[in-house]
C-alpha cells in the first residue's frame, strides 16, 4: 500500500470509530442538531456561513452592535452555549457536522469575559455563544466568538448561518454600521498593549482625560500658543480649513531634554480637546500604529500620540523591509488622506536620532517645536505652580530659582514634594523656609546625582558649558529659533 492508500485507510477506519464506538447519544433536549435544526426550520448543514474578523480590541464594540442589531423592531433573538472541548478550534461548520453527525456538540452555558468600556467600568461580553437570531420571516445562527489565550486565539471571530449570503452580509454590514455608530472608543483616551499570546494587540487601557489650563504650564513666551495653534487651533476651525482647500491632517514633534514638559504639554492639548479620541502609544509599543490610525481614521477626530519615538528610530524588528520601526509610522501617517481631522503628536529626547529618519520622510511631521530646559523666569513660575499653597516667602523662593539654575520641571515638582515631605516629617503644621532648603541641598548634592539625571538634569559639567555659551536670558530665544529653522528646512512642505 502506497501512502495515500495508507491515509484513506486511516480516515475511513477513524470513520467507523466515530460512527460506532464513540458515538455519542445525547438528551434530546441537550442536542445542538437538534435545536438549530427546529429554529431554521431546516438542516443547517445546507446553508451558506460567511465569516467576519475583528480585532481583539474590538471584542466590545462586536458584542454591543449583536445586542442592538437583534434588539431593533421586528429582530430578537435567543443565546445559548455549547460544550464539547473541541469547540475552541473548530469553525462553525465542522460544528455543525460533528453535532449532527457524531452527536459531538450539546447545548451548554455562554462563556463571558468582562472587558473595561471605559476607565471605571466592565461589560461583560459573550467570548463563546450561538445568538439564534429571527429577522421577520428569516432566521439565522451567528456564532460570537472572542480573544482566547488557550487557543492562541488573537481576534475575534463572527459566523453567519442564513438561508443566504446576501442575508449574512446585510448583518455583517448591519454590524459594522453600529460599531461605527456607538463605538466605546470614541472620545475616549486609551492606550494599546502587545499580545501576550502571539503577535498583535493585546489588552488595552483607558485613561482619564487630562483637566489641565494654560496657568498649569509652563512655557517660555509664545511657545504654547504656536503648539496650541498647529493641533487645537487647526480642529476648532476645520470646516473653514476644509471649505479653502487646506488639510486637516498635521503632525507636530515636541523635542527637548527629559523632564522639560513634553508629556505635561501633551496632556494638556489633550484636556483642550474633549471631542477627540486619543490613542497613545509609547517606546515599542509604537509598533501598533496601524491600528491607532485605524482608529483615529474611523473615529475622528483623533489624536495619536507617539511618545519617546527616538526609542524605535533605528528598530528593524517589527518591518518587513529592513526599515526602522519609525519609517512604518511615518508610513501609516502619510497613508491617511489630507481631509482627516488626525493631528499626530510626536515627543523625543533625542531630536539628534530622530532627523535623519524624518528627514528621509519628509512632510509627515509640519512643526517641530523644542521644549526647553526652564530660565529663571521659567523655573520661579514652575516652584510657584507646585509650591503654590506652601507659604514660602518670596526670598525663599528666589533663592531656590538661583540655585536650582540648569534643572527641570520634573525638578522643580520634585523639590516641592520633599520640602512638604521635611516639614511633614518635622510634624510641623507649616512649610518653612529651612524645609526647603534641606531639602534643595539633599537635591544637589552628589548622592543624589543619579536622582537628578532621572529627573532630566543635564550633568553639571555640560550645564555649565551651555551656560558659557548661552546667556540664560537668551537661551529660550535661541532654542525658539531653532525649533524655527527646523519648522523651515525639515518638516514644511
Known amino acids: 500500500m502506497d501512502s495515500t492508500e495508507i491515509a484513506e485507510f486511516g480516515r475511513l477506519f477513524r470513520d467507523f470509530l466515530d460512527q460506532v464506538v464513540h458515538r455519542e447519544h445525547p438528551d434530546p433536549d441537550r442536542s445542538l442538531d437538534l435545536r438549530l435544526r427546529d429554529h431554521l426550520g431546516q438542516p443547517p448543514e445546507r446553508l451558506p456561513i460567511v465569516k467576519a474578523n475583528y480585532p481583539s480590541y474590538e471584542h466590545a464594540n462586536v458584542h454591543l452592535a449583536l445586542e ?136 488595552f487601557r483607558f485613561h482619564p482625560r487630562p483637566v489641565l489650563s494654560p496657568a498649569d504650564i509652563v512655557l517660555p513666551e509664545g511657545l504654547l500658543e504656536r503648539v496650541e495653534r498647529q493641533v487645537v487651533g487647526v480642529a476648532r476651525r ?44 509609547a517606546g515599542m509599543s509604537i509598533q501598533r500604529v496601524s491600528a491607532a490610525c485605524s482608529l483615529a481614521r474611523h473615529l475622528q477626530p483623533a489624536l495619536v500620540v507617539l511618545e519617546d519615538c527616538d526609542l524605535i528610530a533605528e528598530s528593524r524588528d517589527y518591518t518587513d523591509g529592513g526599515q526602522p520601526l519609525l519609517f512604518q509610522v511615518l508610513n501609516e501617517m502619510d497613508g491617511l488622506g489630507d481631509d482627516v481631522d488626525v493631528a499626530f503628536l510626536l515627543t523625543t529626547n ?18 517641530a517645536v523644542e521644549i526647553p530646559l526652564p530660565d529663571a523666569a521659567g523655573r520661579r513660575r514652575l516652584l510657584e505652580l507646585y509650591g503654590g499653597g506652601l507659604g514660602l516667602s518670596d526670598a525663599a523662593l528666589s533663592e531656590a530659582v538661583t540655585r536650582s539654575a540648569g534643572t527641570t520641571a520634573s525638578f522643580a515638582k520634585e523639590l516641592m514634594r520633599r520640602t512638604t515631605l521635611f516639614a511633614a516629617e518635622r510634624e510641623a503644621d507649616a512649610v518653612e523656609t529651612a524645609d526647603m532648603e534641606a531639602a534643595l541641598s539633599e537635591l544637589l548634592s552628589d548622592q543624589d546625582a543619579l536622582t537628578r539625571r532621572l529627573l532630566g538634569v543635564p550633568d553639571p559639567e555640560a550645564a555649565a558649558g551651555r551656560a558659557q555659551t548661552v546667556p540664560e536670558d537668551d537661551a529660550d530665544a535661541d532654542a525658539d529659533d531653532d525649533a524655527d529653522e527646523l519648522d523651515d528646512d525639515r518638516f514644511l512642505d
Open 68 to 203: 442592538r442589531w437583534f434588539g431593533s423592531d421586528g429582530r430578537r433573538h435567543e443565546l445559548i452555549g455549547v460544550s464539547a472541548e473541541s469547540r475552541g478550534v473548530d469553525s462553525l461548520s465542522e460544528m455543525l457536522e460533528a453535532a449532527h453527525r457524531y452527536g459531538r456538540y450539546v447545548i451548554g452555558a455562554v462563556d463571558y469575559a468582562y472587558v473595561p468600556v471605559s476607565t471605571d467600568e466592565e461589560l461583560a461580553c459573550v467570548s463563546f455563544g450561538l445568538y439564534l437570531g429571527t429577522d421577520g420571516d428569516e432566521r439565522c445562527v451567528v456564532l460570537l466568538r472572542g480573544p482566547h489565550e488557550d487557543y492562541g486565539r488573537n481576534g475575534v471571530e463572527l459566523e453567519v448561518l442564513a438561508p443566504s449570503r446576501d442575508a449574512a452580509k446585510r448583518l455583517l454590514v448591519g454590524v459594522d454600521r453600529l460599531i461605527h455608530e456607538h463605538n466605546i472608543f470614541r472620545g475616549k483616551v486609551l492606550s494599546f498593549q502587545g499580545s501576550d499570546f502571539e503577535d498583535g494587540i493585546g489588552p
Open 350 to 367: 533625542r531630536a539628534d536620532i530622530l532627523e535623519p529618519a524624518l528627514a528621509q520622510r519628509p512632510g509627515r511631521v509640519d512643526m
Open 238 to 281: 476645520r470646516e473653514r480649513l476644509r471649505s479653502q482647500g487646506q488639510h486637516l491632517r498635521r503632525g507636530l514633534l515636541l523635542y527637548g531634554p527629559p523632564g522639560t514638559g513634553k508629556t505635561h504639554s501633551v496632556r494638556y492639548l489633550l484636556s483642550q480637546l474633549p471631542e477627540f479620541t486619543v490613542v497613545v502609544l
